[in-house]
């Protein structure tokens, strides 16, 4: 065996050696945002959102409700209860609202938003001072060419995703 091909059958072997490792070895970040102290913080209670906008959808209130639960089941280790956890979240879905936008020549809008504003009412037992009541809103734009029941249940599908990330980054996540 000569010089070149000895070097040759060490430098393939270090290659597969590193190949090995780094199948072998795999690093898994989850990055969710929340800083929750979980010796302190437990679980959460999460009461159901009526919708008391004086335009209802009717599938808004429990969709709503749902997804906010699911966000902290999924993002979160926190054990989600009726009533009674350490944190608590309570509101009401207070805006449901259809506004002409970009209004043509001929006195008749192209686009129309729907705006969804939820009041939130959170309570941190073991931390009192976190405490909030706030309103928050998204909203979305479509063209007038379709009609809103054409495009509400999209449009509230991705307004209450929103949301829900909005009032998730507010209670349990420290940006």
């Known amino acids: 065996m000569g010089w070149t091909e000895s070097r040759r059958n060490k430098s393939g072997l270090a290659v597969v050696l590193l190949l090995a490792a780094l199948v072998s070895c795999s690093i898994s970040y989850k990055f969710n945002g929340a800083s929750i102290d979980y010796t302190l913080v437990k ?25 906010l639960k699911d966000k902290y089941i999924r993002q979160t ?4 209860l009726r009533e009674n956890g350490t944190l608590d979240l309570e509101g009401e879905i207070t805006t449901y609202e259809l506004t002409p936008q970009a209004v043509k020549e001929d006195a008749y809008a192209s686009m129309t ?13 073991a931390n009192p001072e976190e405490d909030f009541e706030q ?9 007038n060419t379709n009609t809103i029941d054409q495009v509400q249940d999209d449009l ?20």
């Open 156 to 175: 509230c599908a991705e307004i209450v995703k929103e949301l829900v990330d909005l009032i998730y980054n507010a209670t349990v996540a420290s940006w």
């Open 135 to 143: 309103n928050f809103s998204a909203y979305r734009e479509f063209s």
């Open 77 to 80: 280790r926190l054990q989600v």
């Open 43 to 67: 679980s959460i209670s999460i009461s159901d959102f009526p919708n008391m906008a004086p335009l209802v959808y009717p599938p808004l209130a429990q969709r709503f409700t749902d997804e």
């Open 113 to 125: 938003r729907l705006t969804i504003t939820v009041r939130v009412r959170y309570a941190n037992r």
